[in-house]
């Protein structure tokens, strides 16, 4: 089961395991085929580039709920390394092949999208709209072992990659679509781009009374192989 406190619930993946996600307890999303996805030494390897109309990911459910309006933090981080991962954009909706979603309890979105030369933000998880999006940041190299932190907060959201403030936006509007609310997902998520990527672990944790915490909360409850699964409804 996934771990669990009366301040904060958390949802993990942890190649280091040397499992797929299914196996450590994430629910596979799957269109048109999927993707390749291969353990690497301490890495999940993800390539969909010979199919750009698939849509291979994992997702996991809280049961608590996700709530970005909270004055206590929900906080991601993950470890990734792109080899290649395009990125589109018509001047009205963009799109990049590799991507971290998550939807909050009152269908509020927030997705992380992440090509081989930038990363970008967007709170519109139906047509990811540039007017609901930030700007397109190349100022970082996803090419390279990154790591990403997304805080969200007080109706805020804040990206730090490398440990370093790198994007904040607000709150867009609410949008439903699908079964969506209280889910968290990552993978190739777009039928429009594709990518290889190697991912060595991701977290998202709800109710984080400070985000710096996040790790050291994770390290207090000594996590181990059977702790890397989410978390199951009683």
Request: proline letters at 2%; a negative charge.
């Amino acid at each position: 089961s996934a771990l669990s406190s009366a301040r904060a619930d958390l949802y993990q993946y942890n190649a280091k395991l040397e499992s797929l996600p299914t196996a450590q307890g994430w629910d596979a999303e799957v269109v048109n085929g999927g993707a390749s996805n291969t353990l690497v030494g301490s890495a999940l390897a993800q390539n969909s580039t010979t199919n750009v109309n698939i849509i291979d990911s994992w997702r996991v459910e809280s049961a608590g709920g996700f709530d970005f309006t909270s004055s206590t933090a929900t906080v991601i981080e993950a470890g990734l390394q792109v080899t290649s991962s395009g990125y589109t954009s018509d001047g009205s909706i963009w799109r990049t092949g590799y991507g971290i979603a998550m939807t909050d309890a009152n269908n509020y979105h927030v997705i992380l999208g992440i090509g081989a030369d930038g990363v970008r933000l967007t709170t519109n998880n139906v047509t990811w709209a540039v007017a609901d999006s930030s700007a397109y940041v190349t100022s970082v190299t996803p090419t390279a072992p990154t790591t990403y932190k997304l805080v969200a907060q007080n109706s805020q959201f804040e990206l730090f990659v490398n440990g370093k403030s790198t994007l904040t936006m607000a709150l867009g509007d609410q949008h439903t679509e699908g079964n969506r609310a209280n889910t968290f997902r990552f993978g190739d998520i777009s039928t429009v781009e594709s990518s290889s990527t190697f991912l060595s672990f991701v977290n998202a944790a709800t109710n984080v009374p400070e985000p710096s915490s996040l790790l050291l909360f994770a390290g207090m409850l000594g996590l181990g192989a059977v702790c890397w699964r989410r978390k199951k409804q009683a």
